[in-house]
């Protein structure tokens, strides 16, 4: 298995432009996640998924849209990027578990975004 | 409100001490789990350990051990005769047992540095 699979690795982007990070499992996991990690902090949550065709907001969905059409893929699509929005993202992923279980979650290795 | 600290912003220590990392969390849940992710230089996360809310035992394994009291509210993570390989940044990170969302809220991170 190759787990959880981003791409790309890094990107530059123009303030205002738009991109697609793309995120895809293969342990055909129900739950995925996007993360961001500014520098010195912790992750933020971004957007969520509890199965294909279902979303959510996380704690800073503000300038970011997600869809969910398969279980395998989860991107992550930036519209207008703003400098604010240079950061790594990650994504990650997690089995459903049986009922009151709380598994850990996988994560891919990370896409380095800046925004000038 | 859920949250987690991590008091420690960067700690150095020398190769063979112990090294013990705070993490204390804030949940009005009784049902939680709290893991542990190490990230090495090379940025991505991995898994180090989970721990849910009725279990208090504490755990070894090889020179890593946790100690998870609920009377603090604190998970702190010692790592035994510290390694050069264990120079990374630590997070501890908050998952409530009532959502079926699985989301984590993660502490800001512990940079460790083990010198040679």
């Known amino acids: 298995n190759a787990g959880v699979t981003q791409t790309p690795k890094f990107r530059i982007l123009k303030i205002g432009q738009s991109m697609t990070l793309q995120c895809t499992q293969d342990m055909n996991h129900n739950y995925m996640y996007w993360y961001r990690q500014d520098p010195g902090m912790g992750l933020k949550l971004i957007y969520y998924?509890?199965?294909?065709?279902?979303?959510d907001k996380g704690e800073v969905p503000n300038g970011y849209n997600v869809s969910r059409s398969t279980t395998e893929d989860f991107p992550l699509r930036l519209e207008l990027a703003a400098p604010s929005q240079t950061s790594v993202y990650f994504c990650a992923s997690k089995v459903l578990g049986k009922a009151g279980s709380y598994n850990e979650q996988f994560f891919g290795p990370g896409t380095r975004l800046t925004v000038l | 409100a859920q949250k987690v600290t991590q008091a420690q912003t960067e700690i150095s220590v020398v190769e063979k001490e112990d090294v013990t990392l705070d993490c204390v969390y804030e949940?009005?849940?009784?049902?939680?789990?709290l893991f542990w992710y190490k990230q090495p230089p090379s940025g991505e996360l991995v898994f180090l350990i989970r721990r849910n809310s009725f279990d208090e035992q504490n755990e070894i394994s090889g020179r890593y051990s946790w100690n998870f009291q609920k009377s603090t509210s604190s998970f702190n993570f010692t790592i035994t005769a510290s390694q050069v390989v264990d120079s990374a940044v630590y997070f501890c990170a908050l998952g409530h047992g009532s959502s079926n969302t699985g989301k984590l809220i993660f502490g800001q991170g512990t940079t460790l540095q083990v010198k040679p």
């Open positions: 998924s509890v199965g294909a065709g279902i979303t």
């Open positions: 949940t009005r849940d009784t049902t939680y789990y």
